[in-house]
């Protein structure tokens, strides 16, 4: 059975059945038909059915003892870690790709695992910066395969214990040898899939908290001076958080993705893809936990009739489900309005400045509202199941950890604040 019973069985049969992948696949679909083209639904449909035969196969019960780790080269082989391009430098070629179809990549995903989903979001942040700056190098090339494909996870060092969502005051040091290469000292910390990965980007600088002297680069964590233990947070136990300390860690030349001077811009360029996924996560999480509540209240009864009917229940439901639907459709299109910039300016990097910052904004204000949301959806989604929403039966509780963390990672609350209050002052500046 594809659904969840660990200890003991809290929910009857009937509605831990009607809870099933496929149903709240059922429900996903029926929601977005009518605003998805013909091509997005196909794809988000093909993501889905491959997700239901590998849970079949695989007989996961997504219980406590699996690692999630052990899916990516399945669903690397099937191009489903991230679909933002098309990877023709490493001859994969995706014919659907871009924001929108990651978006639905991790809708479809997120139904099947929400904490794969993340897991794979922390990949995509170390295939980015590889990807725009490979520069034909072999081994560059070669690490960004084997992120993509799904042979290895991948993470990115930026946060330190010391700095946390200040980015541009770093105390990594890196210093140049004679050859060309760098040798790393310093601590990083809270990097998502760390622990795991066999290749990371991590920044640092010649001078400590000179952001103008910041550099990047590709690390094989086999290396010598790369030390990494695991940073536990108990709300997604299934994630492998790390912390790492680089003790003269060399790193050769060919390595070296943007020297001194370059790794700002480097790690800002990032920006809109990062804010955007995390937005996506949390958006695809608020699914989950409706799907979960709205099949649940169908069929539920208490006090003589299903639960949807009293009003504390459905009103609620409701709600949650308006602002679950309506974050869909803004996300849908600023995706969709994003990929057709990339396209018209011939890369996401000649976007003009204003309209680039135009969109950096809106990134932020997506992320700031879908976690928000993810928080009080998933949260109150379990609470209007009862016991049933906060037992280990179905996937509930695993929305509703991972959704406290949303706000968190990728730049906290504050920083999107702060980041929303600047953008506005350089609007009113281009507008006035």
Known sequence: MENRRFDTQAINDEILEAMSLKNRYNFLNNNLMSVLS??????????????????????????????????????????????????????????????????????????????????????????????????????????????????????????????????????????????????????????????????????????????????????????????????YIPWVPKLFLGKEELVNLKVPKEYVLGGPGRGKAHLFEGLIPERLGIAMGAIAQCWGAVSHAAIYSNMREQMGREILKWQGVGFLLTDFWAKTTNLTLSLLKFCEAYDEKVENFGGEHNIPANIRQAMVASASQLKYHTTLLSKEACYEMANLMGGAGVCDNTAMHDYMNISRIQEVVGGTRQIQQYIMSMALRTLFKMSV
């Not at 899916?71 to 099937?78: D, M, N, Q, S, V």
């Not at 809270?190 to 002297?213: L, S």
């Open 38 to 231: 013909t091509e997005q639904f196909k794809f988000l449909r093909d993501i889905e059915r491959f997700c239901m035969r590998f849970e079949k196969k695989n007989n996961i019960t997504h219980g406590p003892e699996e690692d999630i780790y052990e899916w990516i080269p399945e669903f690397g082989k099937k191009g489903y870690i991230t679909r933002t391009h098309a990877y023709s430098e490493i001859d994969e070629n995706y014919d659907y790709y871009g924001a929108t179809a990651d978006f639905l990549r991790i809708l479809g995903t997120d139904q099947f695992s929400t904490m794969y989903v993340m897991a794979s979001g922390a990949t995509i942040l170390a295939i980015n910066p590889v990807r725009e700056h490979h520069d034909n190098v072999p081994v560059r090339l070669e690490a960004l395969k084997d992120m993509v494909t799904g042979k290895s996870a991948g993470a990115i060092l930026i946060t330190e214990p010391e700095r946390g969502s200040d980015a541009t005051h770093m105390l990594t040091e890196c210093e140049e040898q004679d050859d060309g290469s760098f040798i790393l000292n310093g601590t990083k910390i809270y990097n998502t899939n760390a622990p795991k990965a066999d290749w990371v980007v991590a920044y640092a600088t010649t001078e400590k908290n000179n952001a103008n002297q910041m550099a990047q680069f590709l690390i094989d964590t086999s290396w010598e001076g790369f030390n990494v233990k695991r940073v």
